[in-house]
C-alpha cells in the first residue's frame, strides 16, 4: 500500500524557518521523481518545488527560489522541504504529491502558517 505522510508544518513567525518531510511507502521512493505542491486557503493546489530520483536536480517556483531547498534521502525514504525566510503568502496546506496518477495516495498535508 502507497503511503505518503507529511510533518514538520506548524505557525512561525514571518522571517522564521521550517523543515517539511515527506515520508514514503508502498513503492521504490528512490526510482521517482518528487514534488512539493502547496494549497492556500480558498485557493487550488500551486506547484512549488520538484526534485530527480537521484536527487541531483531540483527545481523551484519563482516565488519561492533562494528561499526553500528541496532534498531527498532515499535510504529513508524520505523527501524533505527546508524553508527559510518564511513570509505570509506561503502559507497552506503542502503536500508531497504521490509520483504516479496510479498510486492515488495523497497524504493529508502539513499546515504551514507564517503569521506575526
Known amino acids: 500500500e502507497v503511503q505518503l505522510v507529511e510533518s514538520g508544518g506548524g505557525l512561525v513567525q514571518p522571517g522564521g524557518s521550517l523543515r517539511l518531510s515527506c515520508a514514503a511507502s508502498?513503492?521504490?521512493?528512490?526510482?521517482?521523481?518528487m514534488t512539493w505542491v502547496r494549497q492556500a486557503p480558498g485557493k487550488g493546489p500551486e506547484w512549488v518545488s520538484g526534485?530527480?530520483?537521484?536527487?541531483?536536480?531540483?527545481y523551484y517556483a519563482d516565488s519561492v527560489k533562494g528561499r526553500f531547498t528541496i532534498s531527498r534521502d532515499n535510504n529513508r525514504n524520505t523527501l524533505y522541504l527546508q524553508m527559510n525566510s518564511l513570509r505570509p503568502g506561503v502559507t497552506g496546506v503542502y503536500c508531497c504529491?504521490?509520483?504516479?496518477?496510479?498510486?492515488?495516495?495523497w497524504g493529508r498535508g502539513t499546515r504551514v502558517r507564517v503569521s506575526s
Open positions: 508502498g513503492f521504490t521512493f528512490g526510482s521517482f521523481d
Open positions: 504529491p504521490p509520483p504516479m496518477p496510479a498510486f492515488d495516495a
Open positions: 526534485i530527480n530520483s537521484g536527487g541531483g536536480t531540483t
